[in-house]
T-cell receptor, first 115, second 113 residues
């Protein structure tokens, strides 16, 4: 029973390039969450998605960041025109449908480095 | 505004000792309090969780104590082992319209032989 899968695990981008981070939730889970972790910090919520819908994007920066969870395929977190401050670990979590939104299981993360 | 405050930032405990990590929250709408364990280079793993209708929950060597009136909760690790060395995060969740976990800043635990 595979857990939450994220790829790539490490991503290096130069300033101004685009970063695409992918997340496949646990089998049977239909809710996906993205969090960002800066060094020596806790995780900060970015966005919550269900299939084809963004439910809560209150933690997402207004510019350059977007997220989707299409009907088929993984959830994608897209960062356009990356800057050095975007360097962080990005974690995806998933939870089961119904009332299980509080039980969030995390993937291994994508560590983004912007040079 | 940090809604979940965690202390200490780091903790060194001898093998066999008790590790205690504390968290305090402000938002009374929080109704689920999980603890996560994170090893370097890995994602956070759900360790144990509690709801505010109970004052204590125990799973193996891990115990959560919860004080609703003080808005505080803590993680106790009994008989701490070197393999417990990791960063521990407390978190809080409100089912009232928000689906996000609010995390503390983490405690780096080192268990020395």
């Amino acid at each position: 029973n595979a857990g939450v899968m994220q790829n790539p695990r490490h991503l290096v981008r130069r300033r101004g390039q685009e970063a695409r981070l992918r997340c496949s939730p646990m089998k049977g889970h239909s809710h996906v969450y993205w969090y960002r972790q800066l060094p020596e910090e806790g995780l900060k919520f970015m966005v919550y998605l269900q299939k084809e819908n963004i439910i809560d994007e209150s933690g997402m920066p207004k510019e350059r960041f977007s997220a989707e969870f299409p009907k088929e395929g993984p959830s994608i977190l897209r960062i356009q025109q990356v800057v050095r401050g975007d360097s962080a670990a990005y974690f995806c979590a998933s939870s089961p449908p119904g009332t299980g939104a509080h039980e969030q299981y995390f993937g291994p993360g994508t560590r983004l480095t912007v040079t | 505004q940090q809604q979940v405050k965690q202390s200490p930032q780091s903790l060194i405990v001898q093998k066999g000792g008790i590790s205690i990590i504390n968290c305090a929250y402000e938002n009374t709408a929080f109704d689920y309090f999980p603890w996560y364990q994170q090893f370097p280079g890995k994602g956070p793993a759900l360790l144990i969780a509690i709801r505010p209708d109970v004052s204590e929950k125990k799973e193996g060597r891990f115990t959560i104590s919860f004080n609703k009136s003080a808005k505080q909760f803590s993680l106790h690790i009994m008989d701490s082992q070197p393999g417990d060395s990791a960063t521990y995060f407390c978190a809080a969740y409100s089912g009232a319209g928000s689906y996000q976990l609010t995390f503390g800043k983490g405690t780096k635990l080192s268990v020395i032989p």
